[in-house]
């Protein structure tokens, strides 16, 4: 992945006042995930729990206002690398709710309903509201998505980026930047065509198959895999591949004796600093696949078919276009038999 070069580079060193539109949206009213938002002007001090909304701010060049973040799988993206060393990591995952609002934020941008749900890992939306913090969720976790279930919820629908280029223009609308969300729009978008124009031109079986691996509790247990509705099976939509996995539910755990029953040619495997489940190492994803009785008989691991992929591309954010991006370059190295 080296979208560091290119646009985002050079929008990252925007000034924030640079990228303000012309005319003001305030006062703004927005629904975001079933809740009414309003901002009287746009939020001076944000504190982002979860790297999606942290990366999509960078990208709009709004660093400046960023006094906090939290919850990462995977180092930032490198075109921001300058900038993210200057901002205090509250924690690698789940901030406490005292971190917060020890930062004294006007808006806490949040990627995932469970982080400010009910019940909250770090608070609810309302513990927020009632010291006059504003929240916003980005929308592909909730759009065409159950989060009553608990966990990483049930998707109602596919996914689909347009939920991303949504969360992109409504934060550009909240911090009056929306030239500079729709310059990322524009640019994402001719990347996501530009990936499944790549794979049409790749001669790939009519019926190859997929299965992507995010964790597991430990090496052995049942891993937590991609359901077809999420982030995973859009990318494997627009390429036309089959996932073996066919449950609504986010990340399901399935037994590796019925991932090995579907024989997945291409198993992709997730990329994280993360160490909260011992598979959430790549070194230990690959060791299991090549030692265990069951798994090493797969065919994609005869073949050598495992294709190593960030973990927060696995997941419904800006990075599931460069997810796409990456599946489609391994794509491009591998041969089947016909």
Known sequence: MNYACHFLAALALFPASLALGNSSPFPLTLSNCGTDIHLDSAPKRTVTVGQSATEILYALGLAERVDGTSVWFNPVLPAFSDVNADIERLADNDPSFEAVVNRRPDLVAVQHAWHVGPAGSVATRQQFHDLGIATYIMPSDCDAKDNATGGDGTRTAAFSTESIYKGILELATIFDAQEAGTALVTDLRAREAAAVAKARQLALPDDLSAVFWFSSPDEAAAPFVAGRLGAPGYMMDRLGIRNVIQSDEEWPTVGWESIARADPDL??????????????????????????????????????????????????????????????DALTTQSFDP
């Open 267 to 328: 198993i992709v495997v997730a990329r994280m600093d993360r160490r909260r489940f011992a598979a959430d190492s790549l070194d230990a994803k690959r060791d299991f696949l090549h030692q265990d009785p069951v798994a090493r008989e797969m065919s994609a691991v005869k073949n050598g078919h495992i294709i190593e992929m960030d973990a927060h591309a696995m997941d419904a954010t800006m990075r599931t276009i460069f997810g796409l991006e990456t599946l489609v």
